[in-house]
Each structure stands twice: as structure tokens, then as C-alpha cells.
């Protein structure tokens, strides 16, 4: 059976930790995976509409992102996405060094599919991020790989 390749786009301004992603999802055996880190907040908005120079991009499986962008930051970005009934669908993961309580809190009220935080102890970090990559991209069971179909209902008075 031939392996699914997923995309994962990674919009992460700082480049060690874009290193760490792709190392630690790297490292999943059995997965196939096309890893694209975008560094600004406007630039992850034009990649995932494809506009512009993205206009072949392609439609990412799951999305890494930062909170702290230039640009656009990483909550109007997940905002955006979850408005949209194109892309809401998509698992967002925030990985961000933000901590506080309200930052966590914010992030699920937008309806971040995950909160990871970023710590200084690069092997706990590896480890979460492979843990993040092994749940979403071998565990868990997108609607794609069935054959739903959504409808929408509306509820009368």
C-alpha cells in the first residue's frame, strides 16, 4: 500500500525551532512528509489561499503555528482559518513560548486544535513535537479517509 504523503506547514519565524519541528516529525517512522515552514504571518495566509507566488501550494494537513509573527501574528491567522469553511477543517497546533493561563486560553477559544508550549529543554521539546506528529498524522482519523458527507441543518422554531 502506497503512504499517504502529508503536508505540514510550519509558520515558525525562528529557525531553530523550525529546525526541532522538522527533525522530531522526521523522525516518525512510516510517514511520508512534504514540511514547509512559511516565516511570516502574511506569507502562511497567501501560502494556504494560494495567492501569488503560492498559487500551486498545496493544502496543508496540518498546520504548526506560531503565535509571536511578524506581520500577521498567529492568533488573526487561526482566527481567519476557523472562520473559513474551506480550512477550518484543518488541525491547528499552537507552539508558542507564550504560557500565561489567558495566551492557552485564547488560543482554545479560537478554536486551536492544540497548545503546545515551547520549552528550553530541547529533548522534552523534540519529544512533544513527535508526539504531536505521531497523533495527528498516524493516529488520528481525518474526515477525508471517510466517506462523509456533510450537511449542514438548520433547526426551525
Not at 525551532?17 to 512559511?38: Q, R, T, Y
Not at 511578524?70 to 482566527?79: A, D, M
Not at 503546545?116 to 523534540?126: A, G, N, P, R, Y
Request: aromatic content about 10%.
Amino acid at each position: 500500500m502506497k503512504k499517504k504523503k502529508f503536508t505540514v506547514l510550519s509558520v515558525e519565524d525562528n529557525q531553530p525551532d523550525f529546525a526541532l519541528l522538522e527533525k522530531a516529525f522526521s523522525a516518525i517512522p512510516g510517514l511520508s512528509l512534504n514540511i514547509i515552514n512559511i516565516t511570516n504571518g502574511q506569507y502562511a495566509l497567501d501560502f494556504i489561499y494560494k495567492k501569488g507566488k503560492y498559487k500551486s501550494a498545496p493544502t496543508p494537513d496540518i498546520i504548526i503555528l506560531d503565535i509571536n509573527l511578524p506581520l500577521i501574528s498567529g492568533q488573526e491567522i487561526l482566527e481567519t482559518l476557523k472562520n473559513s469553511e474551506k480550512y477550518r477543517i484543518i488541525p491547528i497546533i499552537m507552539f508558542s513560548t507564550l504560557d500565561t493561563k489567558e495566551d492557552i486560553i485564547e488560543a482554545y477559544n479560537l478554536h486551536a486544535n492544540s497548545y503546545i508550549t515551547k520549552t528550553f529543554d530541547v529533548e522534552e521539546l523534540f519529544q512533544k513535537i513527535a508526539s504531536l506528529g505521531e497523533y495527528w498524522l498516524k493516529i488520528n482519523e481525518p474526515p477525508e479517509t471517510h466517506n462523509f458527507c456533510f450537511v449542514q441543518t438548520q433547526i426551525k422554531p
